[in-house]
């Protein structure tokens, strides 16, 4: 389909950062994954990739826990969008309290 004169067309891509187990399935939907291993390099990783054209970066709840002062960062941020997801080893109910807040602070009160 054409575009009219003066649309700009993005594509976005989608990024998953967390321990090697937990991510390596992602690979096969074709989501570009991220290994890391301590919280520096998580930090440095989400940082670099959210200045590369990506507009979803999940991140397991473990490695955000590592790095609250960059994922609370990016909440502020339209693109890219932080989502946490637990990781093999279970949740830690950091991504459903995240949602829970969000959703209580779009309609004024929490309705999960």
Do not use: H, W
């Not at 473990?62 to 941020?77: F, K, L, W």
């Amino acid at each position: 389909m054409p575009q009219g004169k003066g649309c700009v067309n993005y594509m976005y891509k989608v990024a998953v950062v967390g321990d090697k187990d937990s991510i390596l399935a992602f690979k096969a939907l074709g989501v570009d994954v991220f290994s890391v291993y301590d919280s520096e390099e998580a930090r440095r990783t989400v940082d670099t990739i959210a200045r590369s054209n990506y507009g979803i970066i999940f991140v397991t709840e473990q490695v955000a826990s590592m790095i609250p002062d960059t994922i609370e960062r990016y909440d502020r941020e339209i693109i890219p969008a932080v989502i946490l997801i637990p990781s093999n080893q279970g949740t830690l109910n950091i991504g459903m309290s995240r949602i829970n807040k969000n959703v209580e602070k779009a309609v004024g009160s929490n309705i999960l």
